[in-house]
């Protein structure tokens, strides 16, 4: 091959590889491939056609017969979509631009190739997840920091957490006041979050594997901070700054440790040491849970400081009698996204509904009287389907605000941290208004409603098997044959939750334990997976395992309880003494759609554990930067990024890289 000839392989709908060679003078001709894969985008007669949940299948049609668009009617709308934008070629970083490179431009304005503009773009991608899940850290840290501090009038409900995290942070607990061993960790968390100064990462040193410890310093990507990160990320990717790809990605893996140690690692730690790991227990899910005749509050996005306190002000004999004498029959609280995954298992009675995609549709239910809208994971167009059905939308973030919606929040100074209670009594008051002045609004309920069991914590694992022993020795015999996080969020460019679907089948039935969390947990809590009885969906090793009282899919909670499945495997590689990229894992977020979720894909990636999608991220314009998702990583990290648009197939890769695992350990 001659050194203008490139190859691509590219896997499509059906499973099959393709390699495409191309000699445009080093710049590979990269619209066969996009157009290969633009044509499995399904359209949304496909999404009706197709989609696993009947509730979503009557709420799309009930928003059309409403004269309502959807996620799936705006992504029609856009087709075809733009092959620079897919191929990630387009540059508008400067305003010389924009430049799209092709084989008649090869180069921008400034002189930037093909490969540079790729990687620019994809880091710039990443950056923005980390700074998004860091918004979220911050908000829960500085929680944790005031409630020890006394200006947030909340108690610090797990203070195991905080004194046995505090120890493994090397922060002194003995003899000392317990707030002041919390605000030290607090003050830790947050130094790792926002340093400028080089110093150590404290939560990377306590929390992270040895072994992968010395694999980052070997490649130098220890990041300064996860602020430092992103600010170095967007500087770097500047008009005349970095112009070496290989550069821009190297920065690109240390936001990935970024994400995970502050946004992942250290948001769970503040959230879990200040309301609690919460408690496996039963909760009702889907559209058909949704009760008439209640004070109806849905709580969506991802803080749960202010939700805690909306919740437990709902819950009180105060606010019961008042939504009574006003006419309802209580108040209820349903939780969309991450916010009502966080809720749902510290709070009894909170019922999870949809992730961020379906929440349009539950809103078209009209059967909510107010809705919290909190920092981030809203879309714009719920305020349309919103103002129709004269429900109330509160949005409580400075981040996150919506024309026409009601702003009940913290300020930007945090100077009203100590009204936490006062701003929830609000939004409480503000639904019951509601409540009357909606009484004559029609209500559209689906009848699919289910029972799931949820809260499967590290904490509750180790109570339940008394360590993480059985589930070792089960891997290790082939009882279970591997172990899957399946994550992430959702994405129009596949048929809604039916990937997520497709692939957790043909896991259970090869006997591969599911762990979920965040928005693609969804389709499982609300088609079954989730139940004890979903075993019988198992293959015999994993079905005598579970016994009678477990399901086959532990769900974990919100997208930041990552840090809870990786919990799961790094205790389960200490048990058999092998590092965890040599172990039968896998994580896959078949589905997904945001910038956070590069992030999460590349944090398990930076673990050695590999990641399957269906979904492709926007590089097919650099065959350098897509080979080095695909293939470079494993001799740097020990895993890769693996695509496959069609989720049966994308399954047998993960059982097929599970298989090799087992094979290379000498088990059966």
């Known amino acids: 091959m001659s050194e203008h000839e490139h190859s691509h392989i590219y896997i499509d709908a059906e499973g099959k590889e393709h390699v495409h060679t191309h000699t445009h003078g080093g710049i590979h001709d990269y619209t066969q491939a996009v157009n290969e894969y633009r044509k499995t985008f399904p359209s949304k007669q496909d999404v009706l056609d197709k989609t696993p949940d009947p509730a979503v299948r009557e709420m799309l049609l009930r928003m059309e017969q409403l004269g309502f668009d959807t996620t799936f009617d705006r992504f029609d709308q856009q087709k075809p979509q733009c092959t620079f934008g897919l191929a990630g070629v387009c540059c508008k970083i400067c305003n010389m631009g924009p430049c799209r490179i092709t084989p008649k431009s090869p180069k921008g304005v400034c002189g930037a190739d093909v490969d540079l503009v790729v990687a620019r773009n994809l880091l710039r991608g990443v950056a923005a997840g980390v700074a998004q899940h860091g918004i979220h850290a911050r908000e829960v840290m500085l929680a944790l920091k005031y409630a020890a501090e006394g200006k947030l009038n909340i108690p610090i409900e797990n203070k195991q957490k905080v004194l046995d995290t505090a120890k493994a942070f090397g922060i002194e607990t003995e003899n000392r006041e317990f707030k002041e061993v919390a605000i030290e960790l607090a003050d830790a968390l947050l130094e790792d979050l926002s340093r400028t100064v080089p110093s150590e990462y404290k939560t990377i040193t306590a929390c992270a594997p040895e072994e992968r410890q010395e694999v980052w310093k070997k490649l130098d990507v220890l990041p300064i901070s996860a602020y430092h990160e992103v600010f170095e990320s967007y500087h770097r990717t500047g008009c005349a700054t970095d112009g070496d790809w290989k550069n821009v990605m190297q920065q690109f893996l240390r936001c990935g440790l970024a994400f995970v140690f502050s946004g992942v690692v250290g948001t769970g730690i503040a959230t879990d040491s200040l309301f609690g790991v919460g408690h496996r227990m039963t909760s009702k899910v889907n559209i058909g849970a949704l009760k008439k005749g209640y004070v109806n509050i849905a ?229 079954g997976y989730c139940q004890n009885e979903a075993r019988e969906r198992c293959g015999d090793g994993l079905k005598h395992f579970l016994g009678e009282d477990l399901p086959p899919v532990w769900h974990m909670g919100e997208c930041i309880d990552n840090a809870r499945a990786s919990g799961v495997f790094g205790g389960v590689a200490g048990v058999l003494g092998k590092k965890m990229m040599e172990l039968p894992y896998a994580m896959s977020s078949p589905e997904w759609g945001n910038e956070k979720g590069i992030g999460a894909a590349l944090a398990f990636r930076m673990n050695g554990i590999s990641s399957y999608h269906c979904v492709e991220a926007q590089v097919y314009g650099s065959e350098k930067v897509m080979k080095f998702l695909k293939e470079d990583t494993q001799e740097l990290l020990g895993a890769v990024m693996n695509v496959n648009t069609d989720p049966k197939e994308l399954a047998q890769m993960i059982l097929k890289d599970m298989r090799k695992k087992r094979d290379e350990l000498g088990w059966k």
């Open 299 to 527: 709580v969506h996005g991802h803080n749960p400081l202010l939700v805690s306190r909306i919740v437990k002000a709902g819950q009180s004999e105060k606010f019961i009698e008042l939504a009574k004498e006003r006419g309802a029959k209580g108040i209820q609280f349903y939780g969309i996204c991450c916010s009502g995954l966080s809720a749902m298992y510290r709070y009894d009675g909170v019922i999870p509904l949809c992730n961020a995609v379906g929440a349009e549709m539950v809103l078209g239910t009209g059967a909510l009287d107010l809705w919290v809208a909190d920092v981030q994971e809203v879309f714009p167009s719920i305020m349309d389907v919103a103002e129709c059905f004269k429900t109330v939308v509160v949005t409580t973030s400075d981040s996150a605000r919506l024309p026409r919606a009601e702003h009940y929040a913290f300020d930007h100074h945090h100077s009203n941290i100590a009204d936490v209670d006062i701003l929830a009594e609000k939004i409480v008051n503000r639904a019951i208004e509601a409540f009357e002045a909606r009484k004559e609004i029609p209500v559209f309920i689906p009848p699919y409603e289910i029972t799931a069991e949820v809260g499967f914590s590290v904490e509750y694992i180790k109570e339940r098997f008394g360590g993480m022993e059985p589930l070792a020795k089960a891997l290790e015999s082939g009882e279970i044959f591997g172990i899957l996080n399946l994550v992430g969020c959702n994405n129009p460019k596949v048929v809604f939750e039916r990937a997520i679907v497709d692939v957790a089948d043909i896991m259970l039935e090869n006997n591969v334990l599911i762990l979920t969390n965040g928005c693609a947990s969804f389709p499982l809590l609300k088609l």
